[in-house]
């Protein structure tokens, strides 16, 4: 491309008055079945006493606060052990389906498929109350971080594929005309343009990695679910489930919307750090092959 400027693709039409004007009604009474639904949710809350204080009012003792806070530090405990790895693994899996050699090619391509297929809740299932069978004691901790490592690491390895597959071939031809090897074009060329495409995806499934830590008290593991489940059975403030399922489903979704805040910030930071390289980046090749031209 001349002077390295990307040229966007337009992927529709942009619409006309009559199609604005029909999105602006449709995006209008959605909003309001929307309304309307949780003005019902909250109503029936009200009616059936959830909003009483005696609900309520386990939240103002020490040891419930305590219990949520643990569980909350033991939910972003397994998560960011879990996330490193399946990173870790899902790029180790890609480098192995983009190999020409059919060895590194095959096995990758069978693991990423095969976990791929399992469900998650199976395979941490299968750590904790299969693996004993086999001589192996494993932890609810290790079983929820090794279910959520192999099931999250396969499709990270299909995303950072698929983000160095859409890299243009051309910026891995160039590299090879300067006299780069495959690992050099790999690590210096094609990766770091994978990563910043394939960025939201990626932290898309970060956060579904975070909230399936959820799973884990279904294998004893002590997480946010599972201290919200053990309060809620507290007869003396009668019950409290709602109440607790409210404020242990707040906390999920202020997680996860950080997650996104930084996830746009990261995005927005890259941008920017490849504007301020790319002219750099594009006059080097140029001079080194001796052309006037642009990679």
Not at 33 to 39: E, S, T
Not at 51 to 77: C, M
Not at 136 to 156: E, I
Request: with cysteine; charged share 15%; net charge positive.
């Amino acid at each position: 491309m001349e002077g390295g400027a990307v040229s966007a693709n337009v992927l529709f039409d942009i619409p006309g008055p009559r199609a604005r004007a029909r999105n602006r009604l449709l995006g209008v009474a959605g909003s309001l079945l929307v309304a309307a639904i949780l003005g019902y949710v909250i109503y029936r809350f009200y009616e059936t006493g959830q909003f009483d204080g005696q609900k309520w009012s386990i939240l103002e003792y020490k040891n419930p606060q305590q219990r949520l806070v643990d569980g909350f530090i033991a939910t972003l405990k397994a998560a960011g052990v879990a996330a490193v790895l399946a990173v870790a693994l899902g790029a180790l899996l890609a480098a192995g389906r983009l190999s020409d050699h059919r060895v590194f090619r095959a096995p990758s391509f069978v693991f990423v498929e095969l976990f791929r297929a399992i469900p998650l809740l199976l395979l941490m299932f299968a750590f904790y109350y299969g693996a004993p069978a086999l001589g192996f004691r494993t932890t609810p901790f290790m079983a929820v971080v090794l279910g959520l490592m192999l099931y999250n690491g396969a499709v990270l390895a299909e995303l950072f594929r698929a983000g160095v597959d859409s890299v243009p071939r051309g910026q891995s031809e160039a590299a090879y005309a300067l006299g780069m090897g495959k690992t050099q074009v790999m690590v210096s060329v094609l990766l770091p343009q994978a990563i910043r495409a394939m960025l939201p995806a990626i932290i898309s499934q970060l956060v579904v990695l975070l909230k399936d830590t959820a799973l884990g008290f279904l294998v004893t593991y002590e997480e946010l679910l599972d201290a919200v489940k053990d309060l809620s059975g507290a007869q003396e403030f009668a019950f409290p489930l709602i109440p607790l399922a409210l404020v242990g489903g707040g906390i999920y979704v202020a997680t996860c919307m950080l997650l996104s805040w930084f996830a746009n910030w990261l995005e927005k930071r890259l941008g920017r750090t490849k504007k301020t390289s790319a002219p750099m980046l594009h006059a080097d090749p140029g001079a080194a092959m001796g052309q006037g031209g642009t990679v």
